[in-house]
């Protein structure tokens, strides 16, 4: 299966993320959202995987 490769800014924000909600007094908790939201990024890379009917783009022309 391939990987979604991750950019330093999605983890400086993801981490940014755990350490507010670390400051709120759950670090258990902003463990448990860091890996939740990390797997489903995995996911992005199975074809397999099922995902919801979204917006469809009309034109698909390139911008100006």
């Known amino acids: ?5 991750r950019a330093q800014t999605y983890l400086d924000d993801l981490n940014a993320i755990e350490a507010h909600i670390i400051a709120r007094g759950d670090p258990q908790g902003a ?3 860091w890996l939740q939201i990390d797997g489903q990024v995995d996911l992005l890379a199975d074809p397999n995987h099922p995902r919801r009917k979204g917006l469809v ?3 698909g022309g390139s911008k100006p």
Request: proline share 0%; aromatic share 0%.
């Open 31 to 33: 463990a448990d959202l």
């Open 57 to 59: 783009v009309l034109g």
């Open 1 to 5: 299966m391939k990987q979604v490769k």
